[in-house]
């Protein structure tokens, strides 16, 4: 008896391996959503997961694509980590899903990029097409480029470009410091900075440059009197969150600096609620999008979506991607993502900010940036919008043109 | 010169909010002999508690009860949890407080979110103490320190001073002694370890709106607290008060150090920084290698001193 | 701590043991091979990978553990190491700098985790005991700390590398993700019958021996020191090994393989499936890595549900899984089965029903702290839940309270009944 209960039990054990499967679903476009699901950087992953949805949704509502077809997301956890990213990569394909979208961590992009070629070459018939919406590292269009990944976010040498451009409007900047979080996406913007203001602003001084651990520092105290020491009036730094972003600023006026930071991410998820009254005036930031862009097109969306979610709407340039993939499924009349690609390339496509255009030559695509600064935001106040309740958000201060931060390119392409 | 007695300062009051952070796991560690691998989880509790607590009642209140609680949480834990494995040895009691502090770093983010929550420093302590020339010292950094100092003495005084301090000594080498004596000695490993996680939970309450309030804080702090500990000696308060500074200013010291072995070579040419993996590695600065800094003393001491700077020899 | 030979030799005539474990080794050996032709897709196939790799991390891992009592927080030097050794050397296989088959890239890991096993052994142990503990959290920090500033770690990004390189031979690449299972079965298959083999050694005895009483091990003549250091040594060649084995079968090595959570894991592993037996580890392995893939696809929640595993392993059941599975095979044989069966079906309804609700409250909570901005609408088991009604709260509460009050109850019937047994046992072996 005990040992029919036994084969039983294994014959269970079987079953629930087998159920674990996914199974292949219905006649759905699906884009499989690789990002940071659980886990330290959740938070962000689930904010991008509600928004692409949200994308998707509106696009199905107005009849999908190729005449009715549907978009479907597929979530999959990479947990930050570019080996479980691959892992996820296979499941996506296993299901036969040819389009990947990601956007945090270049670590995790860099993987995936060449995860996809790897996976054109051996199984030509799996090829899948990679929108990455925020993964900043230039190398992905340069040196590393690959004809299966296509970035819609301005990298971050265009983003220190128009930086820089800005800053040579300004007559009082004279000292600049740098400082960033030690690894790729930091180096990357302290040698942008480095080589672009050397080359547009001689006269500007870097008066020194920094690169902390990433994550670990609580104090930043020490980094906040080297600044000081330094007598500079402006910092460009690379970095994000609310601990490297939140608390170099929040430390910065504790210690009595007097000097404008220009960041890439202030405006993202918590971070403006963590930098508080210590980044009013003085926090600027370089993105396509902020809250408090007037007449718009994508405000009803805009506001649809902070009345449904409660949060603020942030990834512009996600909403760029996926109605892009769309025109191309569309142009292309079919969903071969060889086919897909071969669209995308040199689109060029009206977004909410104005005009823009995937270069075909590193697959980058060209979108006019903002240059704001933070300020106090609320629904009784002079800008309306704050940041996922906040009370902190963002007013433009300049909208830099396209030929101000277009950077030639290095990459050589292989085409199928 | 101002450069200095602001890092100074900015040492000594980072080495203090550590002090804080590693007493308690001492504390444990010399009356028990159990490395409590939870120990920055209880930290992180301490900041989320006072988070929720203070914005009730206000942060005062907070000061007081947010460590009381813990405190308690910690007396039940180590009599329903830590006693049941002690008779599996220290490996499982080890291993329980590593269970714990995973449990912990995840039932916080599914209680209060995976944002960093606002918990902000008292009105009545948000000004500036003094102005070290162009500098200003925020008083809650001051706070900070005689918080720390005061914790120090006390806990001093009450081991070594009173009654109660002395059962305790005397219950960890001869359990049994005084366990004829009359006295409880369960009952005061479970009130050693309650007073223990109490004092991570008040340097919780204390650095948890000092920093940012999240999830990830107590990874953050997490090894850190060990190398104090280690590097102090095992079990002992005073050589953790000495890690603590020392520790403190190191790591702000070499912030601000900007040579890299290339430097020391500048000018002369010398072969082998032609070698590209070479020359990289050269131009590291000390800056960039603060946070090796730490764990790298703890290694080396644990080498050549393994008892510590002021621990006993076993 | 009860070894495999003692339990089984309770009841079996020694030679019958022997033909008995040859059959353990066949079908150990026969499983990881015909596995592919059950499982086919490719997740599956990737998961079994992992799960390959994930043994022999923690079979090297128990080395230190179960068989020298040596706790290491600091395991994932030796294995990321090695695997930061070979992607490098995959990449100049790649480059035309080295002549070198693929096959044998883990070799090079191996090598590698030997050499680092040499510096860092030769430091950590000479002492056991928490020293030895806090030793390995040190030097791990200080790889992790070290792996985002030094030259040669890629940084963030990693070094990543293309494993399909060359001719190849008899038409293996390793393009096709079979040919990899194929490649980590194997070199599981040899390092785990290389590491059983070690455990029968005379070295693998005075490991024992010094696990148990160091004093006695140099009384008799063995430097415990020595021993130590010889076992972490061969332990992180092991864990090397599989370093190497994972850079071929992710083609990319990250700092995240330095990490101070890569050396949780095949601490977890070998403590849920059971440090004191040499397959504990194995069973370890192979459910913390279904957990953690099949569970992280299903919910958000499975590091919480890993965790109370983990601490339920050690607070109820200290042996591990391998513990009650040989426990039970002891009783198995005897053929008292049958007077467990009904207690544990006693146990199971409530088990279960505790384990529904408390689901149920984690998954509830979950859904409203962290995706409180999705709407309250939630499925679980394909049962649409409202988490801003008090139903499913009232009925996940309800679930534990009535599981808690009856498993407590059944529990201890079912302790009784073992107690039974037990005595049963003690009679039949002293008559």
């Known amino acids: 008896m005990s040992e029919k209960i036994a084969r039983a039990g294994i014959l269970v054990i079987f079953a629930v391996f087998l159920m674990a499967w996914p199974a292949v679903a219905a006649d759905t476009i699906k884009i499989a959503h690789i990002d940071p699901m659980s886990g330290a950087f959740a938070d962000a992953g689930e904010r991008a997961d509600k928004m692409l949805r949200a994308v998707v949704n509106e696009i199905n509502a107005k ?354 | 010169m101002e450069f200095f007695l602001t890092s100074l300062l900015n040492g000594l009051s980072y080495g203090l909010l550590l002090f804080m952070l590693s007493s308690g796991l001492t504390l444990i560690f010399s009356m028990m002999g159990v490395l409590n691998f939870a120990h920055a989880s209880f930290y992180m509790l301490g900041a989320y508690f006072a988070y929720q607590i203070s914005s009730a009642i206000g942060f005062w209140p907070a000061l007081v009860i947010a460590p009381l609680v813990l405190g308690l949480a910690g007396a039940l834990l180590e009599r329903y949890g830590l006693r049941t494995v002690h008779k599996s040895g220290h490996v499982a009691e080890l291993l329980f407080t590593v269970g714990v502090a995973l449990l912990v770093e995840e039932i916080v983010p599914l209680i209060w979110g995976r944002m960093a929550v606002k918990y902000a420093i008292p009105r009545e302590l948000d000004f500036t103490l003094f102005s070290l020339f162009s500098t200003s010292f925020p008083a ?135 070698d590209e993996a070479l020359r990289s590695l050269f131009s590291i600065r000390i800056s960039q290698m603060a946070p090796m800094i730490p764990y790298l003393v703890m290694v080396l001491m644990l080498i050549f001193r393994p008892q510590g700077l002021m621990g006993k020899r076993e | 701590m009860m070894n495999n030979t003692d339990a089984m030799s309770l009841t079996l005539g020694e030679s019958k043991v022997r033909s008995r474990r040859w059959l353990v080794w066949v079908a150990a050996i026969a499983v990881p091979l015909l596995l592919p032709l059950v499982f086919r897709s490719g997740y599956a196939l990737s998961m079994m990978c992992q799960m390959g790799i994930a043994v022999i991390f923690a079979l090297s891992y128990n080395m230190l553990l179960g068989q020298s009592g040596l706790l290491s927080f600091g395991h994932a030097v030796y294995y990321g190491l090695g695997g930061y050794a070979s992607i490098h050397a995959l990449n100049a296989i790649g480059a035309g700098k080295l002549d070198f088959p693929v096959t044998l890239l883990p070799l090079i890991g191996g090598v590698t985790g030997l050499f680092f096993g040499i510096v860092f052994g030769y430091a950590s142990t000479k002492r056991a005991g928490t020293v030895f503990a806090m030793i390995s959290l040190g030097i791990g920090e200080l790889m992790a700390a070290g792996s985002t500033v030094l030259p040669g770690f890629g940084g963030e990004a990693g070094i990543s590398a293309n494993r399909v390189t060359g001719k190849g031979l008899f038409g293996i690449t390793y393009g096709p993700p079979v040919q990899v299972y194929y490649l980590i079965a194997l070199w599981l298959v040899v390092s785990a019958i290389l590491m059983y083999a070690l455990t029968q050694t005379p070295l693998g005895r005075m490991a024992n021996a010094v696990r148990d009483n160091p004093e006695r091990a140099q009384f008799v003549g063995y430097n415990p020191q020595r021993v130590r250091f010889i076992t972490l040594v061969l332990s992180a060649f092991f864990a090397g090994v599989a370093g190497g084995l994972t850079a071929i079968n992710y083609e990319i090595v990250t700092q995240e393989y330095l990490t101070a959570h890569t050396s949780v894991t095949p601490l977890l592993m070998t403590f849920i499936g059971g440090a004191g037996y040499f397959f504990g580890p194995v069973l370890g392995a192979i459910l913390v890595t279904f957990l953690q893939v099949v569970l992280g696809a299903y919910t958000k929640a499975w590091p919480l549900y890993m965790g109370v595993v983990f601490i339920s392993t050690v607070l109820f059941a200290p042996q591990g899984l391998a513990g009650i599975v040989m426990q039970h095979r002891q009783v198995w044989s005897a053929g008292l089965m049958r007077r467990l069966v009904p207690a544990y079906a006693k146990v199971f309804v409530p088990a279960c029903a505790l384990l529904l609700g408390t689901i149920c409250l984690v998954e509830s909570t979950y859904h409203l702290t962290t995706e409180a901005q999705a709407g309250t609408q939630m499925s679980l088991f394909r049962i649409p839940l409202d988490v801003a009604t008090p139903a499913p709260w009232i009925g996940a509460a309800a679930l534990i309270a009535i599981g808690l009050y009856f498993f407590r109850r059944s529990c201890a019937a079912a302790a009784l009944s073992w107690e039974g047994i037990t005595a049963e046992l003690q009679r039949r072996k002293s008559p």
């Open chain 1, 63 to 416: 009849g999908g694509v190729l005449g009715g077809k549907k978009l479907e997301v597929v979530t999959l956890d990479n947990k930050q980590s570019p080996q479980e990213s691959l892992l996820m990569l296979k499941k996506a394909t296993d299901e036969g899903i040819h389009f990947i979208t990601q956007g945090h961590g270049s670590n995790n992009a860099a993987a995936l990029s060449e995860a996809i070629t790897k996976i054109y070459q051996r199984t030509p018939e799996k090829a899948v097409l990679y929108l990455n919406f925020s993964a900043v590292d230039p190398e992905l269009t340069n040196d590393k480029c690959n004809f299966w990944h296509f970035r819609f976010d301005s990298n971050s040498d265009m983003k220190v470009a128009a930086i820089v451009s800005y800053l040579a409007r300004q007559k009082s900047v004279k000292k600049v410091y740098l400082i960033g979080q030690d690894y790729a996406h930091g180096r990357a913007v302290r040698d942008a900075a480095r080589r672009l203001l050397a080359q547009k602003l001689p006269n500007v001084k870097i008066v020194g440059d920094d690169l902390h651990p990433t994550g670990k520092v609580k104090d930043f105290s020490p980094y906040v009197a080297k600044i000081k020491a330094s007598g500079a009036d402006t910092v460009i730094t690379g970095n994000w969150g609310n601990n490297d972003l939140g608390l170099l600023v929040k430390a910065g006026k504790e210690g009595g600096l007097k000097v404008n930071w220009f960041t890439f991410y202030a405006e993202a998820g918590g971070t403006p609620a963590a930098i508080g009254e210590a980044g009013v005036d003085h926090v600027y930031q370089v993105s396509e999008y902020h809250t408090n862009i007037p007449n718009s097109s994508i405000e009803p969306f805009v506001r649809k979506f902070e009345k449904e979610t409660g949060m603020s709407f942030y990834y512009l340039r996600m909403k760029t991607a996926i109605e892009m993939l769309a025109k191309a499924i569309n142009q292309a009349k079919s969903a071969d993502p060889l086919k897909v690609a071969k669209a995308l390339e040199g689109m060029r496509y009206q977004s909410a900010t104005g005009e823009v255009w995937m270069r075909p030559e590193d697959h980058q695509l060209m979108a006019p940036l903002y240059i704001s600064v933070m300020t106090k935001a609320g629904p009784k106040l002079k800008y309306k919008h704050d940041v996922n309740r906040s009370g902190f958000g963002f007013r433009t201060e300049a909208l830099i043109a396209l030929k101000d931060s277009v950077l030639p390119t290095t990459c050589r392409m292989a085409r199928p």
């Open chain 2, 140 to 274: 809650y950094r001051g706070f900070m320190l005689l918080v720390s100092v005061g914790m120090m003495v006390l806990l001093y005084v009450v081991l070594t001073r009173s009654r109660i301090g002395l059962i305790i000594q005397a219950a960890l080498t001869h359990p049994e002694m005084v366990g004829a004596l009359g006295h409880n000695v369960p009952r005061v490993f479970m009130l050693v370890f309650g007073v223990g996680t109490a004092l991570a939970g008040l340097a919780g309450v204390i650095g948890g709106n000092a920093f940012v309030t999240e999830p990830s804080m107590a990874a953050a702090v997490g090894s850190i607290v060990f190398v104090i500990a280690v590097v102090g000696g095992l079990g002992s308060l005073e050589g953790a008060f000495i890690a603590s500074l020392v520790l403190g200013i190191i790591q702000t010291f070499s912030v601000a150090l900007d040579y890299s072995l290339s430097d020391l070579f500048a000018g002369s040419e010398v072969a082998l920084l032609h």
